[in-house]
């Protein structure tokens, strides 16, 4: 099932009962609505927990397929992201580089379907007002970019796909216990001239040994689930409350883009199972105490493991400049945004001349 390693998006499209057009997902609420009529349909989902599935059969391929679906994939020959296409779609561009889709060229592919979502929590027209104050806001800009945030079209929200991994953790460790304690050490120095004797206070370390066990519950390891290595998504916005979590509904994703996961599950959870060696490291260290901790073996072990697919929301802006393509993105849930920019080399340098003649007045006026 997970053979593939093409990034793949979707875009979830339902018709409106009276007019025909797009119903959108309303962030924030339970419901999606009609732009043009105002229709609106409430969607129910389950509130008895998330779709937690256990990992092991998955691993063995034995379960890969329960709780999965096919879905239609299109390739963007320009950058290369692959997109979902809908029978009802008529035009299609890439969310990541904004170029056209070729409908004939889809193709179906599998996947696990998510167990968990957290939705948007504001819509299109908050985040083009935080890209373009944020933009507004960036020194040296070049004017045109600046002109191309005027068009909200060039704003798309993406739902990211994670794994989270939870395990029962044991582990049996042996180390050394440090506990400070300081000494008086004489020094000789230089004063006005003179050789004198002081003495200053520097620390010591007592190490003993130390061994013991440990064990607990890691809740919801995160692995990011998709390659991104021409749109990487920044670190400053990958920061999800996922108490927030709602059971997955296809109804959160009406209106917006969903990309498919590309990191096989067997590999997130060869991610996972590091996150809980380091976990255990930082539990062994905690339970050894004193003031620092040597950990020379930790005998570590996961049972119970389950995994759950989810989605969570970014919004991103794709601009060219000089033939070079810049990303923007916003965490869907806090509004954090960050991305990468271009500089504009004659404000640059018009800059350098307005502070090279104000150094000059100085020292010109110094001089007098």
């Known amino acids: 099932m997970e053979q593939k390693e093409k990034k793949a998006v979707s875009e979830h499209k339902k018709s409106c009962t009276n007019c025909g057009a797009e119903l959108k997902y309303k962030p924030g ?11 609106h349909e409430e969607f129910t989902h389950a509130t008895d ?21 096919k879905i239609m994939m299109l390739h963007c020959k320009n950058c290369g992201a692959n997109q979902h296409i809908e029978e009802n779609y008529k035009s299609l561009h890439c969310v990541y580089c904004t170029m056209p889709l070729i409908i004939e060229d889809a193709y179906k592919e599998d996947w696990i379907l998510p167990g968990a979502i957290l939705p948007f929590q504001f819509d299109q027209k908050k985040s083009h007002q935080i890209f373009s104050k944020w933009v507004k806001g960036l020194w040296f800009a070049p004017n045109n970019l600046k ?28 180390g050394e216990r440090g506990d400070y304690y300081y000494v008086n050490v004489p020094y000789t120095t230089t004063v006005n001239g003179k050789q004198v004797s002081k003495t200053r206070r520097e620390r010591r ?42 059971s997955f509904n296809t109804g959160f994703l009406a209106g917006f883009v969903t990309e498919k996961y590309t990191i ?9 199972t590091k996150e809980a060696e380091r976990i255990a490291d930082t539990w062994a260290r905690q339970d050894i105490g004193g003031d620092t901790q040597r950990v020379h073996h930790i005998d570590m072990s996961l049972s119970q493991e389950t995994f759950k697919h989810i989605l969570l929301p970014v919004y991103i802006s794709a601009y060219r400049f000089n033939g070079k393509k810049y990303n923007f993105f916003i965490n869907g849930q806090t509004g954090a945004i960050s991305g990468n920019r271009p500089y504009s080399f004659w404000k640059i340098f018009f800059f350098v001349l307005f502070i090279a003649a104000i150094i000059g007045a100085i020292i010109w006026f110094s001089e007098k």
């Open 29 to 39: 609420t339970k419901h999606i609505t009609c732009e043009y009529c105002g229709h």
């Open 49 to 69: 927990g998330f779709q937690e599935l256990e990992l092991k059969p998955y691993l063995q391929e034995m379960g890969s397929q329960s709780h999965s679906e």
């Open 147 to 174: 002109k191309a945030t005027l068009d909200p079209q060039n704003t798309k929200g993406l739902y990211l796909p994670y794994w989270t991994f939870d395990a029962q953790l044991y582990a049996n460790y042996r």
């Open 205 to 246: 370390t007592r190490w003993s040994s130390a061994s013991g066990n440990i064990n607990g519950f890691v809740d919801d390891t995160l692995i990011k689930a998709s390659h991104q290595n021409k749109n990487p998504i920044p670190r400053k916005i990958s920061n999800w409350n996922l108490n927030s979590l709602e």
């Open 264 to 272: 096989p599950l067997k590999d997130g959870h060869l991610s996972s």
